[in-house]
């Protein structure tokens, strides 16, 4: 298993425990897919330096987990479907 770090914006529309439920379902998911959510951290919801689709303002939130290298392409799959997050990035941290 490898380390990886995600980054989600939700749309700022959503409640904010409509928001927590998404979330909420990104760590089930990791879960069932047998990766590790070693830290969770909603930052809320922020003002964006540049409109993306429209929007100034969305809810961030930075995941920290292991996972094996199907699970994380199978998890950007699923996050560019999800009509409820604007922007997403998966990354490696530098060890």
Known sequence: MRSYELMTIHRPELAEDEMR???????????EQGATVSTTDVWG???FAYEIDH?????YTVFNFLAD??????LDRMLSLADEVVR???????S
Request: charged fraction near 35%.
């Open 21 to 31: 439920s998404k979330v909420s379902a990104v760590e089930k998911f990791l879960g």
């Open 45 to 47: 919801k922020r003002r």
């Open 55 to 59: 929007l100034n303002e969305g809810y």
């Open 69 to 74: 290298p199907g699970t994380v392409a199978e």
């Open 88 to 94: 997403h990035k998966i990354f490696r941290p530098e």
